[in-house]
């Protein structure tokens, strides 16, 4: 696990942020033969956690080879692109090739850099200005046919990105197909309905994503008693895709769960198997089903506490 999930005061506390800070200079300093390079790495001037850390393997190492050089340009600036390289304030520097790696402006940059205009002559910045809205992440109010990959409000960056990127493909690819062989001409007519939080429930979400029907067959598959409460749970809970972490410590309780969970799963499996599962919404169906049976089940039969995941800016912090 990273920093984040073992300690839990680490974007609350400036001073346990420090901690990890300083504990990552000293792998850094450790790893850096010139300490004169390693002092302008480590020159963070902001806490651990805030911008995404340099983690990637052989990075530092790199600065070890001889044909390598680091030029601070927060202390010797680009002048300009020559001909024949980079002239900074101070020198000239000569290369073959140049790659720019200047950074990014995640999630909404790249869509707003565009002068997108949906129906009603709508801005996408005139939307946005105030936060981006989407539906899932995948499509925005007002502008039909047009999707989104790991846009924002999709799990994007705080899961695994490439297995993301690869359902939505998957995903907007399965539709655009199912609109051509239906002559369908618009998705999404009125999208802001979508956005309604009273209709975004766990089973309209589940229909969505996970194939149309699937928890419906999975529904009828459970035993008599849970029925008809689990089909109430996924039809009025909205909160289709928390970030949960989830802990018990009594093995009697674990137990009885395990003897619920396992043998429905294994009555699901005679229906949908595994061979016929293609793509990673569907390869994982088994796990998108336990994921929203296990807090129906122990708010069902146990005395459960939910606690939020809390944020706060600690730039507010003393």
Request: hydrophobic fraction near 35%.
């Amino acid at each position: 696990m990273g920093f984040r999930g073992l300690f839990k005061d680490i974007t609350t506390n400036l001073d346990a942020n420090k901690t990890v800070v300083n504990f990552i200079k000293e792998k850094v300093e450790a790893t850096m033969q010139n300490k004169d390079y390693a002092k302008v790495v480590t020159d963070f001037n902001y806490p651990f956690a805030t911008r995404r850390p340099t983690l990637n393997t052989d990075y530092y190492e790199t600065f070890n080879k001889d044909n390598v050089e680091l030029i601070d340009i927060s202390k010797d600036l680009i002048k300009e692109i020559t001909k024949t390289g980079i002239s900074t304030l101070n020198n000239n520097y000569e290369f073959d090739i140049i790659v720019f790696a200047t950074g990014y402006d995640a999630i909404t940059g790249a869509l707003l850099s565009i002068d997108m205009v949906g129906k009603n002559n709508i801005k996408l910045s005139e939307l946005w200005k105030n936060g981006p809205s989407t539906y899932l992440g995948l499509q925005v109010p007002g502008f039909p046919n047009f999707f989104t990959i790991t846009g924002p409000g999709s799990p994007s960056v705080l899961t695994n990105v490439p297995m993301a990127i690869e359902q939505h493909v998957e995903f907007i690819t399965d539709c655009i197909s199912h609109m051509e062989k239906n002559n369908f001409k618009t998705i999404f007519k009125n999208p802001s309905l979508l956005l309604n939080k009273d209709k975004r429930s766990i089973k309209f979400h589940f229909d969505m994503m996970h194939g149309f029907g699937n928890l419906d067959k999975a529904i009828e598959l459970l035993d008599p008693e849970e029925k008809n409460d689990f089909t109430e749970f996924v039809n009025t809970n909205v909160s289709f895709n928390p970030q949960n972490m989830f802990i018990c410590k009594s093995k009697k309780i674990l137990t009885s769960y395990y003897d619920s969970i396992f043998p429905w799963l294994l009555r699901c499996e005679k229906i949908f198997g595994f061979n016929n599962l293609k793509g990673y919404d569907q390869i994982r169906l088994y796990a998108y089903l336990s994921e929203r049976y296990l807090p129906f089940w122990f708010e069902k039969y146990t005395n459960s506490t939910y606690s939020p995941w809390k944020f706060i800016d600690i730039n507010l912090l003393d």
